[in-house]
């Protein structure tokens, strides 16, 4: 086999993974001038019942998009409140993004189809009042975080093309007045570390909720894995110091659960009271076999969390 030659703008991380030259410094400050502009306006609207939402991890899509396929319809079928990704969405290249956009665009249509009427004969969309909706204003739920090989070989220009920010949070409001809420915090972990310029905004307060809202679940999403699964595992990237971060960052976030993905492998632990999941890889290339690759978080009213795997049938043909 012959050797990998890198780049001047590549790098190999200590556990072998290849880091693109778009660092995470870069990343967080491109990231933090589009969030601070338009992602106030992701909040989930208000809901006073029981919601779930799904998660997947490591899709890895390229000429494929049969398992992302299939988790958005698990997820519009199931009428889950939103779909969240742990990273490594797709390889980097420009088709294999194309291919996830459709995919996207597919899903998008079904949820529109499921929420709302639509008269095929006019292309439109109304509400149960008969209001006009407008497609180009409408999003389907979709909340992924970067990976590390969603920004390889300069993919992070695919990555954000799409999905703008690399960090970001919203809520889901469990009131009218928007006093309670849920929060939902997606950091960048894509280089195996938060780098200085994302550390010293969390510390700064960019990922908090407003003071007058009081915060009951805490759900946090990143992409590298904090605990190995198992001894034959990569463990977490993360500087041991900035690991130390994240543990007390958590606590201080009163975090009720961490989702990770990077490592392919399922892990469920509970760490000073946070419970931790690691996804296993949701690709059919990684996954050929029929098998539970994502998680359903069912929130009850009354603040009771339920979690159970979700079975994905999906075989290339």
């Known amino acids: 086999m012959a050797a990998a030659t890198l780049t001047s703008c590549e790098k190999v991380s200590p556990i072998g993974v290849l880091v693109s030259g778009t660092g995470v410094e870069d990343r967080v400050k491109m990231s933090?001038?589009?969030?601070?502009?338009?992602?106030?306006?992701?909040?989930?609207?208000?809901?006073?019942?029981?919601?779930?939402f799904l998660v997947g991890a490591d899709s890895h899509v390229t000429d494929d998009t049969g398992r992302m396929d299939e988790m958005f319809d698990i997820a519009i079928e199931h009428g889950d409140g939103f779909v969240a990704h742990l990273g490594d969405i797709a390889?980097?290249?420009?088709?294999?993004?194309?291919?996830?956009?459709?995919?996207l665009e597919r899903a998008k249509r079904k949820y529109m189809e499921k929420e709302y009427t639509y008269d095929v004969s006019t292309d439109t969309y109304t509400d149960e009042d008969g209001n006009i909706v407008d497609y180009d204003e409408e999003k389907f739920p979709f909340f992924p975080v970067v990976g590390n090989h969603d920004i390889t070989h300069n993919g992070w220009a695919l990555w954000s093309n799409i999905f703008h920010s690399s960090f970001y949070e919203f809520n889901v409001y469990l009131n009218s007045e928007?006093?309670?809420?849920?929060?939902?915090?997606?950091?960048?972990?894509?280089?195996?570390?938060?780098g200085k310029h994302q550390i010293e905004l969390i510390e700064q307060g960019i990922l908090d909720?407003?003071?007058?809202?009081?915060?009951?679940?805490?759900?946090?999403?990143?992409?590298?894995?904090?605990?190995?699964?198992?001894?034959?595992?990569?463990?977490?990237t993360f500087p041991r110091e900035e690991q130390y971060f994240l543990l007390n960052q958590f606590k201080e976030w009163n975090a009720t659960m961490v989702f990770c993905g990077h490592v392919h492998k399922w892990d469920d632990r509970e760490v000073?009271?946070?419970?931790?999941?690691?996804?296993?890889?949701?690709?059919?290339?990684?996954s050929p076999e029929p098998g539970e690759y994502l998680v359903r978080v069912n929130v009850k009213k009354n603040g009771e969390i339920g979690v159970e795997k979700v079975m994905m049938n999906?075989?290339?043909?």
Do not use: W
């Open 32 to 52: 933090e001038l589009y969030y601070r502009d338009y992602l106030s306006e992701l909040d989930v609207a208000a809901t006073d019942d029981d919601y779930s």
């Open 91 to 103: 390889d980097t290249k420009p088709e294999y993004y194309i291919n996830l956009s459709k995919s």
């Open 178 to 194: 928007q006093t309670v809420c849920d929060h939902y915090i997606f950091l960048d972990s894509a280089s195996g570390t938060l």
């Open 209 to 236: 909720v407003g003071e007058n809202v009081k915060v009951r679940h805490t759900f946090v999403f990143t992409h590298t894995n904090i605990f190995r699964p198992s001894s034959v595992q990569f463990a977490s």
């Open 272 to 286: 000073g009271g946070v419970r931790y999941l690691t996804l296993e890889s949701m690709s059919e290339r990684n």
């Open 314 to 317: 999906y075989k290339k043909p």
